[in-house]
């Protein structure tokens, strides 16, 4: 069965510092790796996503992943945190080799960013 | 890419009355649609999704139902609405390959008193 697992609840970072949130998971095959990002009261936003190739992804806002296969991780990145990045990020999977319900993306539980001045 | 709209943005019912949400998809065709609840500002749980114009199909039971009487037309609906159906409720759509991304609507605030 397919998987996402966001360990932290919420991730607490200083403005200026590095800022690391955590997904693993699980699939079957290779799997193609989605971020999102969520502002109170507002719908998903899509940061980044990993399909093939390069295992370093960069996407909006300054943002990058990386792909770790033996891991089975794909962790977010930002090297210098903003107090704008604070929200609720979700990690999402989705295994290509299934269709119908097994092929829609399987969301983590979510992780709270707050990044104070 | 596309742009998803919701509404109402917010709505308040009480127990027992009917519910209607819409959502409607622009800048695609043949989307696959999906509606999601999001209950205390955490987890998705995936409700509802539509493969095309009349065909849904539902991920938990419950007491909503949903329907796709357009290609770009997607509707959450109740007959009587519960406590427990408050929360966030969240239309998506994705199409073109299993390789591309999900776009989120705004959402609709549900709280049912």
């Known amino acids: 069965a397919q998987s996402v697992a966001q360990p932290e609840d919420q991730v607490n970072v200083a403005e200026g510092n590095p800022l690391t949130v955590k997904c693993t998971y699980s699939?079957?095959?290779?799997?193609?790796l989605f971020w999102y990002v969520q502002y109170p009261n507002r719908g998903l936003q899509f940061l980044l996503k990993y399909i093939t190739g390069d295992n370093l992804v960069k996407g909006s806002y300054g943002f990058e992943a990386e792909f770790n296969k033996s891991q089975t991780s794909f962790h977010l990145k930002k090297p210098s945190a903003l107090v704008s990045d604070s929200a609720l990020y979700f990690c999402?999977?989705?295994?290509?080799?299934?269709?119908?319900?097994?092929?829609?993306?399987?969301f983590g539980k979510g992780t709270k960013l707050s990044v104070k001045p | 890419s596309q742009t998803i709209h919701q509404w109402p943005a917010t709505l308040v019912q009480p127990v027992g009355s009917p519910l209607s949400l819409e959502c409607t998809v622009e800048g695609t065709s043949n989307p696959n649609l999906y509606w999601y609840r999001q209950a205390a500002g955490r987890g998705l749980q995936l409700l509802f999704y539509?493969?095309?114009?009349?065909?849904i199909s539902s991920e938990v039971p419950q007491n909503l139902s949903a329907s796709r009487p357009q290609d770009r037309q997607f509707i959450l609906s109740s007959k009587k609405l519960l406590l427990s159906d408050s929360g966030f409720y969240l239309c998506?759509?994705?199409?073109?390959?299993?390789?591309?991304?999900?776009?989120f609507g705004p959402g609709t605030r549900l709280t049912v008193l």
């Open positions: 999402a999977v989705r295994d290509p080799n299934y269709g119908g319900s097994q092929g829609n993306l399987i």
């Open positions: 998506a759509s994705t199409s073109g390959g299993s390789y591309n991304e999900q776009f």
């Open positions: 699939v079957s095959g290779n799997p193609y």
């Open positions: 539509s493969v095309g114009i009349g065909q």
